[in-house]
């Protein structure tokens, strides 16, 4: 069993996805990459598919060594593209629309500026400093005094997002007391080491709330788990901190001047304001959110509320202009219509609205306004990466197949049709994963087909799209 160069440095183990071409696309490998391994996030493509496709897919110049090219990662999350891309020599640009994961993939790509000697400092400094308040403050909750103890710390409590809601309380009285503790000694922290405070306690802060992620968000006794009634704080967060220090010694022993020099930006808005120049871009990887409306706006609402990373005007802002939107924000609204003239897709759609009128906008309707919408929004994502690619240049998009309502959505073919619509050349297909697990609200578990009596299960699978301009 090999293992990529950064694991054998740190003494990760890595089992390799087949040999495919494009590795599998589960995000799970990241978990034990440095960087990668910081904050999970959904969906996320591996570090190792990246690698691949800046391999296949980046011309070699005229003396077989690499120039530098400028990659994008429209759909940037937690910054798999980006670091990747930065690592191998290029430039890297993307584009997130989640504050969270967009803090998250700017801590990343700009760690290699940390002096790790200060932030261990900083570490050492936090470590020290909540050792001393935490048990403090189990003392005072044991003995009933725990609002005497935090009666005077009001710059604490400004930082209670008071438009944060849940069904029970996110944390338990002390772990609030502790988490809020934390957060208030990162505002006292400078850049970068402050990003790299905050992503460590958006990384960990669920582990230690009465919430879990399952995958999406639900409260511990909703899933059949106890509730936290007292946990440290410091602890996993010291943890995350220590991980984050190993990585960036790392980083820069091994990629210093090449990292240091590389254009690495992140623009937290949506792709589609983007203003880069048409023709600039050699290689797009990407990932959009998958047609299985996974919310990642609700499920990080602890991360965006708790760091104070949204306005008062909440996540409906962001809900509105994620692409695709999610099947909430559009069942009730009235009939979404494709934008473009495609009558397969047109009939796709119509079969899918009349299905289950008994259920209301739960049904058929409300399921088509969500898929319609997000259709609309993978014909404008193609014909942006059109603008975008200089000619020759590449773009691997992975997606998944979906089954809503007992239809199959094939979205690495449709995308693909409409790519070419715009004028890509389809490249290729790449199943890199099948036995993707379903959300069960799409009603995954749908079987069709009734060949000889037995019943076939449809496969849920990811794809890599490889298109070129
Ligand atoms: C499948 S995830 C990408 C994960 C990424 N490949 C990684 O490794 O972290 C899709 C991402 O698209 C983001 N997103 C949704 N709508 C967007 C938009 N209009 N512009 C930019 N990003 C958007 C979501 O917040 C989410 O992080």
């Known amino acids: 069993m090999s293992q990529t160069r950064e694991q054998m440095a740190l003494g990760l183990k890595y089992a390799p996805g087949r ?3 494009l590795r599998d696309a589960a995000a799970s490998e990241n978990k034990s990459l440095p960087i990668h391994r910081w904050v999970p996030w959904i969906a996320g493509f591996s570090a190792q598919l990246v690698e691949d496709a800046l391999r296949a897919y980046l011309p070699r110049s005229a003396s077989g060594g690499r120039k530098r090219h400028l990659i994008l990662d429209p759909f940037a999350g937690v910054g798999t593209t980006l670091i990747e891309a930065i690592k191998a020599g290029h430039d890297a640009v993307g584009y997130e629309i989640n504050p969270f994961a967009a803090l998250v993939a ?5 760690c290699i500026s940390v002096h790790p000697a200060d932030l261990r400092a900083e570490v050492e400094a936090f470590r020290y400093a909540m050792f001393r308040f935490e048990p403090e403050v189990d003392a005072s909750w044991s003995s009933g005094s725990l609002d ?3 009666g005077g710390r009001k710059e604490m409590w400004a930082l209670r997002p008071a438009a944060f809601k849940s069904r029970i309380p996110f944390f ?6 502790k988490f809020l503790y934390a957060l ?7 850049e970068p080491d402050r990003s790299l405070f ?3 306690l958006g990384a960990t802060m669920v582990s230690f709330s009465n919430y879990s992620y399952e995958p999406s968000l639900a409260s511990r ?10 946990a440290s704080v410091a602890a996993p967060v010291c943890r995350k901190l220590e991980e984050m220090l190993t990585d960036i010694e790392w980083a820069r022993q091994n990629y210093s001047y090449a990292w240091l020099s590389a254009r690495r930006e992140v623009h937290e808005r949506s792709y589609f304001e983007s203003e880069l120049p048409s023709g600039s871009v050699s290689l797009v990887v990407t990932s959009p959110p998958y047609m299985n409306n996974y919310h990642y706006v609700r499920n990080t609402r602890p991360q965006l509320h708790w760091l104070g990373l949204i306005a008062d005007g909440g996540t409906r802002p962001l809900e509105e202009t994620s692409f695709g939107k999610f099947w909430q924000t559009v069942r009730q609204g009235k009939s979404v219509s ?12 119509n079969d899918l609205r009349a299905r289950n009128p008994e259920k209301g906008y739960y049904g058929g309707s409300g399921w088509a306004n969500y898929v319609a919408t997000y259709l609309n929004d993978t014909s404008r994502f193609v014909t942006s990466l059109r603008g975008h690619l200089r000619t020759g240049g590449h773009a691997v998009v992975v997606v998944g197949n979906s089954i809503i309502q007992g239809i199959e959505f094939k979205v690495d073919h449709l995308l693909a049709e409409m790519a070419v619509r715009v004028g890509l050349r389809l490249v290729d297909i790449h199943i890199v994963r099948t036995k993707r697990v379903g959300n069960s609200i799409i009603d995954s578990s749908v079987r069709n087909g009734d060949v000889n009596g037995h019943r076939n299960k449809t496969q849920l699978y990811d794809a890599a799209v490889v298109l070129r301009k």
């Open 19 to 21: 040999d495919s071409g």
């Open 172 to 177: 338990s009285a002390p772990v609030e007391a």
């Open 221 to 230: 006794p909703g899933s059949g788990k106890a509730l936290i009634e007292n």
């Open 148 to 150: 005497a103890l935090l």
């Open 184 to 190: 208030a000694r990162t505002g006292m922290l400078l």
């Open 106 to 110: 700017e801590a990343k790509i700009n």
């Open 338 to 349: 494709l934008e473009f003239s495609d009558p397969a897709m047109d009939s796709l759609l």
């Open 198 to 200: 905050r992503a460590a």
